[in-house]
């Protein structure tokens, strides 16, 4: 069975200034490149007692999209969850960081600085990372297993640099002079395929920290790497088939590495559309969308479809025996085998399917509608083991937001379904995984 409290946590992207959204008159787009503005949604979250709130990240931009809006265009993650910490004490702060381009000293030590700044509230949505591996010297992208080997390593050094130097080994101990007891202090002596890391770290653990590990990325290799690692992972699952298949499969796969099969929470991106009315909301999410680039959707969906979309006409419907290959080396196998999987099932119209969230690789579970209805389709996804929580995506405008944080986790606490207040002070505690 799921947990008995759902893990609920909040994307700080601005998703409800994505496509047209940033363009609403109350959008505060003028102010997502300062810390004001997260710090305000940040302590609403809080209020509301969420488990978390997350920085998604990448490590590149694509100019042509800023035309359209400010995209990832963003400030580091980790330096803007620091400044966050000081707004904000008991909700988690889950921070992003690559394993393809960045040294794990660094990033262990940034994560680290991270979990003190914060008293313990520090989380690490590791990834494998989109794209972006022209600002990292000239080798290309891995291909997608190869770049989990290598963000096993990655985390494997993390974690060994974050028991390094524990907070015990500091004395501080002004009576006879000295400062720490070192033989709690140990090098790391790594040596592997990627890295070689002597250690040890330069920031002591807190005493008794344990920093709760995020993962996303749902190919056979992301699987493995977070039945492995993982205490939750965020997850595209746009039906609830989808999140009762990676939920079953990642508890047999943490299982089979001797975890408890509910060690690893899944924790679907809940992309919602909220208004007063369900009029409202669909009006609401139709003006979001009018005007999206088909161009791009129609050119990313016959890649992953291996099929030459702009041949076909609107109504007809697309069968699996018209799919080619997968493209070798895709951003995210993820989002292909997502997309692939929709013409699999419903066989729909080009038109059908350019209208759906896959077809611009994204594939998030998304309501539009009430809160009520918001209400009944998280019930019906937690009655069907789909999920063990959601990372909520407000869309459309704030009023998105609002509606999440004042009406619709007010509903879930009155349902029994989510906690009054936080019982402890660290963010693993607070998850139950401490
Ligand atoms: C739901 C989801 C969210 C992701 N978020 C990020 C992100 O914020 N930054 C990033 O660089 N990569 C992100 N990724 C990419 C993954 O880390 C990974 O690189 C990619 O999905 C390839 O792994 P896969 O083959 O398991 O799909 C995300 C992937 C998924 C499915």
């Not at 490590?59 to 400010?70: K, M, N, S, T």
């Not at 008293?119 to 000239?138: H, K, M, P, Q």
């Not at 056979?220 to 009762?244: E, H, L, S």
Request: aromatic share 8%.
């Amino acid at each position: 069975m799921p947990h008995s409290s759902l893990c609920i946590g909040l994307s700080l992207a601005a998703t409800w200034l994505s496509a047209g959204g940033w363009r609403h008159p109350a959008s505060r787009v003028e102010e997502v490149h300062g810390p004001d503005f997260y710090a305000g949604v940040a302590r609403r979250a809080e209020a509301a007692c969420l488990d978390f709130v997350f920085r998604p990240d990448a490590l590149f931009i694509d100019v042509p999209a800023l035309e359209h809006g400010p995209g990832f265009s963003s400030l580091d993650p980790t330096l803007l969850l620091a400044a966050l910490a000081r707004d904000t004490s008991r909700i988690g702060l889950v921070t992003t960081a690559a394993t393809s381009f960045n040294p794990p000293y660094v990033v262990a030590r940034q994560i680290q600085s991270l979990d003190r700044i914060s008293a313990g509230r520090a989380g690490w949505n590791i990834v494998t990372a989109l794209d972006g591996a022209w600002n990292f010297g000239s080798a290309p992208m891995s291909t997608s297993a190869e770049a989990y080997r290598k963000a096993s390593e990655f985390t494997e050094v993390v974690r060994a640099l974050w028991r390094s130097f524990p907070q015990e080994a500091v004395l501080a101990d002004r009576r006879t002079g000295r400062y720490a007891d070192t033989s709690c202090i140990h090098a790391i002596g790594h040596e592997g395929e990627h890295f070689c890391v002597r250690g040890p770290l330069n920031v002591p653990a807190r005493a008794g920290g344990r920093i709760p590990l995020f993962q996303a990325g749902a190919s056979d290799a992301g699987r493995d790497f977070a039945a492995r690692v993982a205490d939750a992972v965020f997850a595209a699952t746009p039906d609830i088939a989808c999140g009762t298949q990676l939920r079953q499969d990642l508890r047999r796969r943490a299982a089979a590495c001797g975890r408890s099969p509910g060690a690893v929470r899944v924790l679907p991106g809940l992309s919602l559309y909220l208004g007063a009315s369900r009029a409202q909301a669909r009006e609401l999410y139709e003006t979001t969308h009018a005007g999206q680039d088909s161009a791009r959707k129609l050119n990313y969906a016959s890649q992953a479809l291996g099929l030459d979309l702009a041949q076909l006409a609107p109504d007809q419907p697309i069968t699996p025996a018209m799919l080619g290959e997968p493209p070798a080396g895709a951003r995210s196998p993820t989002h292909v085998e997502l997309l692939r999987r929709l013409v699999v099932r419903e066989r729909p119209s080009l038109n059908d399917l350019l209208s759906r969230p896959e077809a611009a690789g994204s594939a998030h579970w998304i309501v539009v509608g009430t809160v009520d209805d918001a209400f009944d389709e998280i019930i019906e996804r937690i009655g069907a083991e789909a999920a063990d929580g959601f990372i909520a995506l407000p869309g459309g405008a704030p009023q998105s937001l609002d509606l999440l944080l004042d009406e619709l986790v007010p509903r879930l606490v009155e349902a029994g379904r989510f906690r009054r207040g936080y019982t402890a002070e660290t963010f693993a505690e607070n998850m139950g995984i401490a």
